[in-house]
């Protein structure tokens, strides 16, 4: 859908409103209301989810909370479900069918419980887990579009911060909704969040690019409308290449990952990211992700030679 025809069809459509609640920080999801009706982006901790639960139900008095969806399957994003289901028993979850399969792994389940545990900790609240209890009710994969209670959703592949990593357009009110592949504002930093692969989310960049979309809900932030639409994509696509480069530099520079993770930490984590993520569960995705992209970076040399 054309820009200029999206916006006729918002004319004859409730307007849009989107809020970011949280039950603690860096468990932010992002309620969509449209009229009578509603749906959750994500859903933050499970430890917290209780809070978030309640500020749903405030923020939407009698409204109804039809579907939560899903972004990806990371432990602060799909962590709250169970909680916000018991509030909500008739919302019904939505994601990429991979989704479904993490969630299915004991091993995926482990991890969850101990970065949420960890969570806890930094929060200084009692670590609840009710992971076992999550089930994705509806699979929707990318290019395929499902029609919500707030009009239809269009599933868009985003893989980078993880494989399963989804983001979604919203044709009638010409709004996207990243994942978070391609970026999250810290203290209006525009921090890189890829991980898996850094080339992949390039990619996933230029799918969100060709939407020229007028409103985007960026993960753990919210709303962004008009020209700072575009341009979050812009400065948060320069932010990731400079992380790449800065892994690059330093491999070429003949540091260790061990050594780049120190400094990479010093520079993306320590005084900007450390208050919204857990220490362990950064080391763990900055690992991957330097071992990734000097995997990617050799290929390509290995290909041109």
């Known amino acids: 859908m054309t820009n200029a025809n999206a916006a006729a ?11 970011t609640l949280s039950g603690a920080l ?51 994003h799909l962590g709250g479900c169970v909680a916000v289901q018991q509030l909500y028993p008739e919302a019904k979850i ?3 069918p991979l989704v479904r399969q993490i969630v299915a792994k004991e091993s995926a389940r482990q991890t969850m419980r101990r970065f949420n545990h960890e969570a806890a900790a930094v929060a200084g609240m009692p670590p609840l887990d009710r992971i076992d209890q999550l089930q994705i009710d509806y699979d929707l994969a990318p290019g395929e579009t499902r029609q919500t209670a707030i009009g239809p959703i269009l599933a868009i592949s985003t893989p980078g911060h993880t494989r399963c990593s989804t983001s979604y357009y919203l044709p009638e009110d010409d709004t996207l909704i990243l994942s978070e592949t391609t970026g999250v504002i810290v ?19 230029d799918r969100c690019e060709q939407f020229h979309a007028r409103r985007i809900i960026v993960p753990h932030y919210g709303l962004i409308e008009g020209e700072q639409a575009a341009e979050f994509l812009a400065r948060s696509r320069a932010a990731s290449t400079g992380a790449a480069q800065f892994v690059l530099e330093h ?6 990952e061990e050594e780049i993770l120190e400094d990479y930490a010093a520079k993306y984590y320590y005084g900007l990211c450390d208050r919204a993520q857990p220490e362990g569960a950064f080391r763990i995705n900055t690992s991957t992700m330097i071992s990734r992209v000097i995997a990617e970076a050799e290929a390509e040399r290995a290909a041109q030679q």
Request: aromatic letters at 8%; proline letters at 3%.
């Open 9 to 19: 069809a918002a004319t004859n459509n409730p307007a849009l409103r989107a809020y």
């Open 94 to 96: 939505i994601a990429n």
């Open 26 to 76: 860096g468990g932010e999801a992002i309620l969509l209301v449209k009229g009578e009706a509603a749906v959750l982006v994500d859903s933050g901790f499970d430890f917290c989810a209780d809070l978030l639960a309640a500020k749903i139900k405030a923020t939407l008095g009698e409204i109804p909370l039809s579907e939560i969806i899903l972004t990806h399957s990371h432990y602060d």
């Open 251 to 256: 491999h070429a520079a003949g540091q260790s």
């Open 187 to 205: 203290d209006q930093h525009y921090a890189p969040c890829f991980v898996v692969s850094y080339r992949a989310t390039e990619e996933s960049f």
